[in-house]
């Protein structure tokens, strides 16, 4: 994004965290931030896991973190956080679309996505998103 607009990002996520640090939509917005904006993944898993001791949706943020770690090569952690948001909220079309192209990179490094089992998990994940190809495989 354009710097004014990645700063203003930056600006209202740290104002949300100072108005209500007991919240966590703020920590997700600068979480976020760090990891789409400025490709600071530890500090993004800092905050995400901030937003595990405050949030009743840890779906949310078990999805962000499982893109961060992906990102960060941790393939096991990102399956980890995939699978525990799958499992708190398996109907999530956003959470899939995000996780999608995270748990085929986990599975394929930790053999995860190896025999039926795998091979489902990959299949519920597909067509949810308008453009998804549910028949590739």
């Known amino acids: 994004p354009p710097p004014a607009l990645s700063e203003r990002a930056r600006q209202a996520s740290e104002k949300a965290i ?57 393939w096991k952690a990102a399956a980890e956080h995939f699978r525990e948001a799958e499992r708190l909220d398996p109907r999530s079309p956003a959470r899939k679309r995000l996780l999608g192209p995270t748990h085929g ?14 091979q489902g998990l990959s299949r519920r994940w597909r067509g949810w998103w308008p453009g998804d190809r549910v028949d590739a495989e």
């Open 18 to 74: 100072s108005l209500d640090p007991g919240r966590p939509e703020g920590h997700v917005a600068l979480g976020s931030y760090r990891r789409i904006v400025k490709s600071d993944l530890p500090g993004a898993l800092e905050e995400y896991r901030k937003v595990e001791r405050l949030s009743a949706d840890r779906s949310v943020v078990l999805a962000s973190s499982a893109a961060a770690e992906s990102d960060l090569g941790n």
């Open 105 to 118: 990179q986990a599975a394929a490094s930790t053999g995860a996505g190896r025999g039926p089992r795998g």
